[in-house]
């Protein structure tokens, strides 16, 4: 067994008296997708955030790598690209202007053909290339976020509720790129309330409620996880 590339391990958040979070623990290893699970203000982006370094724990740890974010912030800079809620684009650039120019920030140069190759790979339509992303859907902004975060290299990622206002072929699309890169190595945490994209792509489904996590569900050797059960589980006690 290979060490786990992302680990919680007894995370407690709070802010101010408020407690977010409650030793919550979970792993990754190398090429998995983790998916957390859980209803609006349940502590989904605190959790990501976390990991990020962008919040602290008050207890526990969240680690990258073997290594603690908040005693070693540079990893998350070198291995991990992250898809905010709202994807963080520019309307009045085009694709390749976009991604150039987030590319530019991060100390990142790469060609012409890399940029293309990377639209390709998340099936974003050649036309749409060079046309300003105001008039793009946002499955195509997404597209465009998740050709950034491939350029960017990132063996870790970040998703926060990335398939949140797709339509079921943008998700399945979605879904399928997020398998692919997982297959290629990739570590990938995503939050998000869909249990049927979830169970689709996910090695493994942690159910976050009210910060704690209820419920932890593995896929099956070469099979999904059961979306039944996992519905259940997620709506049990919300009625
Ligand atoms: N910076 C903050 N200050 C105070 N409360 C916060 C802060 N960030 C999140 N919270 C609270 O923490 C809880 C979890 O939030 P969040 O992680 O954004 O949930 P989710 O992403 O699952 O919808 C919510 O009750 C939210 O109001
Ligand atoms: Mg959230």
């Known amino acids: 067994m290979t060490d786990p590339v992302i680990s919680a391990d007894a995370l407690h958040v709070s802010v101010g008296n408020k407690t977010i979070l409650k030793n919550v623990s979970f792993t990754a290893r190398r090429g998995e997708v983790l998916a957390l699970l859980g209803g609006n203000g349940a502590g989904k982006s605190t959790t990501i955030k976390t990991f990020l370094g962008l919040m602290t724990p008050s207890a526990g740890t969240a680690n990258l790598l073997g290594q603690n974010v908040q005693l070693q912030p540079d990893i998350v800079r070198q291995k991990v690209a992250y898809l905010p809620e709202s994807v963080m684009l520019y309307g ?102 869909d249990i049927y994209g979830a169970c689709h792509v996910a090695n493994r489904i942690g159910l976050l409620r009210h910060g704690e996590l209820v419920g932890m569900f593995d896929a099956p050797q070469d099979g999904n996880i059961d979306a039944e059960v996992v519905h259940q589980a997620f709506t049990q006690g919300l009625k």
């Open 92 to 193: 009045h650039l085009n694709a390749v202007e976009n991604i150039r120019y987030f590319l530019s920030l991060a100390g990142k140069e790469k060609t012409d053909d890399d940029i293309a190759l990377a639209l390709k790979k998340v099936a974003l339509q050649p036309h749409a290339w060079q046309t300003r992303l105001q008039s793009y859907s946002k499955g195509m902004r997404q597209k465009t976020a998740i050709a950034l975060a491939l350029l960017r290299d990132a063996p870790i990622l970040f998703l926060d509720e990335p398939t949140s206002g797709l339509d079921p072929v943008a998700i399945d699309e979605f879904n399928g790129l997020i398998s692919q890169l997982a297959s290629q190595g990739a570590t990938i945490l995503m939050v998000t309330h």
